[in-house]
Every structure is written in structure tokens, then in C-alpha cells.
């Protein structure tokens, strides 16, 4: 019980920090670029026309609506964290411990069978959370037409539920419960081989290898896996009433295979990947005087 608490607390202090990164990483990724780009350099030296980062960014937003602003969505994220730990929680101590009995031979086995388990825990917890998830993303979207459509937490409930139904609760939810999928079991499998194959047992900083060991396969997966997010995050805002999800800023989107589709034939699967020396997105204009590049 203690380490529950333990977990809602240190999750929502996290929550509460990153919620300015990911307030600007949203609007990046739905296409959002209120400020021109700037003539600067990049890793190899040449002169090219970058768009602002995060700081920048985030700078920008304040201005508006103050430092306030940067925790739009705060509140269905926290939500969103508590609810998801507390199932998440449930969910594995009803399946059972974690160590695998010893009857099963192969170590492959045991990767296989947790990864199975913790692949059925983080489900639960995403499809119990994602109405949340979707909230805290309209109420950061709705920045760019300034409107107040989602606001409150029971506002947003009622609102959605008159306006789509049920359904309008679970937008976006195939592609996020794929991606979690996909990046769960290719960051144990990559890890799986690598402690077994790359690292030498007999190394005295063993444990401590394979922890780093997968933190990289976990970042590398999540890089892999980052185009469903971000189909996942479109898809929870295409067409919901809101300037930033309708046209003539956003198309309509008939499926999440359809946003795929089109982003991939735009160059933009990576976009909002990186909030640091960004590139001009495909089919953007902006008054900047490219002469400077030349």
C-alpha cells in the first residue's frame, strides 16, 4: 500500500514538471507554429532556417496566457496518472507475482511470460485512462483558436459525450494501445538479447549494465514507436469542434491508418519527436528571408 502512495506521488511530481514540455510538444505535433523561423546553424556548421524550441516556445504561450497557462490540461493528466497507477497496480497483483515458476526452462520463456503480463497491466491502465488522455488534449489545443469548449473536467465529460458519444471518449486509442505494445516488446526483446548476448556474466557491474542496458532499448523502441503516438494524439483532436483539429488548419481524417497515410506521404511521421533544433515542417510557409541561407 505504502508503495503505491509512493508511486501516485513521485508519478504526479513528475506529471506536474513535464506538464510545460508536453503542452508545446502536443501543439508542435498537431502543426502549430505561431512563431517564424530563425536563421541558425546546424551540427555539421550550415547556415539553415530553424523553427524555435521549447524555451521559445514556451515563452511564447506565456505571454499569452501567463505561466499559468504552460499547466493547461494539468488536472484530466493527473487524473489520467493516478487512475492509470492505481489500475496498473490491480491488474498485476490479480495476475499473480512476478517471478515466473520454475518449471519454465528457457530464460527466453520468462522474458516472454512478464512481458506478456506487463503488456496486459499497461492496457488495462491506457484504455481505463484514455477518455483523460483525450481532455488534456483538446484543453491544450483549444490554445490555438482560443477557444474554451474544454475547460473543466465535468464540462469536457458532458461536452463530449452530447457532441460524439461514448465513442468520442476512446479517440485515437488503436494507434496509442499499438505503440505501447509494439515499444514494450521490442525494448524487453532488444534487451533481452543484449544482456544475453553482448554483456559478459562475469563482468562484477553486471546488474548495473543490463539496467543501462535497458534504458537504451527503451529509448530506442520509443523512437521506433514514436509515429503512433503521434497518429494516436491527431486523431484524439481531428474534427472535435475545435480550430486545431478542423479544417482549413487540419484535414479530416477518415481512419488513424488515413492520418498514417497522409503524414507518412508528407515527410511529418517525426514531428513534435524533437523539440530542439527543428526543422521547417513539410508544406509550411513563413516570412523569413531565406535569401540569408544562400
Known sequence: MADAASQ??????LTILSQPLMYVKVLIQVGYE?????????????QVCQLPGLFSYAQHIASIDGRRG???????????????????????QELGPGNVQKEVSSSFDRVIKETTREMIARSAATLITHPFHVITLRSMVQFIGRESKYCGLCDSIVTIYREEGILGFFAGLVPRLLGDILSLWLCNSLAYLVNTYALDSGVSTMN?????????????????TYPFVLVSNLMAVNNCGLAGGCPPYSPIYTS???????????????????LFFR??????????????LI
Open 34 to 46: 505561431p512563431l517564424p523561423p530563425t536563421i541558425g546553424r546546424n551540427i555539421f556548421g550550415r
Open 8 to 13: 501516485v506521488l513521485l508519478g504526479s511530481g
Open 70 to 92: 504552460l499547466f493547461t490540461g494539468l488536472t484530466p493528466r493527473l487524473c489520467s496518472g493516478v487512475l492509470g497507477t492505481v489500475v496498473h497496480g490491480k491488474v498485476l
Open 279 to 292: 526543422k521547417v515542417p513539410f508544406g509550411k510557409t513563413y516570412c523569413c528571408d531565406l535569401k540569408m
Open 256 to 274: 488513424w491508418i488515413d492520418c498514417w497515410c497522409m503524414l507518412q506521404k508528407e515527410g511529418n511521421m517525426s514531428r513534435g519527436n524533437s
Open 208 to 224: 548495473e549494465m543490463k539496467s543501462y542496458s535497458q534504458a537504451v532499448t527503451g529509448f530506442f523502441a520509443s523512437m521506433l
